[in-house]
């Protein structure tokens, strides 16, 4: 009769092949988690950006309705005065 250690050693090393491949390999429980985490920045950013949109959008709103959002920007990003104004600067 025959000894089955080669059917062990076999067996043992198709074993340690599929393992090694879960573990390890394409499509891995590692690959699996980072795609999951990728998944999940992408989502943040997507948020983030959908966020900044919404805010452009609302802007671009105000800025088509009235002169007062135009004026208030001019006056403050540009420091524009308007005529018989007097623009008074304290520096400290």
């Known amino acids: ?4 250690y080669w ?3 076999v067996l043992g090393l198709l074993l ?3 393992q090694h491949r ?3 390999g394409t ?10 985490q990728q998944i999940a920045d992408q989502k943040a950013e997507n ?3 959908f966020e900044r ?3 452009l959008d609302a802007e671009v709103l105000e800025l088509k309705k009235g002169m007062e959002t135009v004026e208030e920007r001019a006056r403050h990003e540009l420091g ?3 005529d018989g104004e007097t623009l008074y600067q304290i520096t400290q």
């Open 1 to 4: 009769m025959r000894s089955p």
């Open 7 to 9: 059917l062990f050693l």
């Open 16 to 18: 340690a092949g599929l």
């Open 22 to 24: 879960l573990w390890v």
């Open 27 to 36: 499509g891995s429980f590692a690959q699996a988690a980072d795609l999951r």
């Open 47 to 49: 948020e983030r950006l």
């Open 53 to 55: 949109n919404r805010v």
């Open 80 to 82: 524009m005065v308007k």
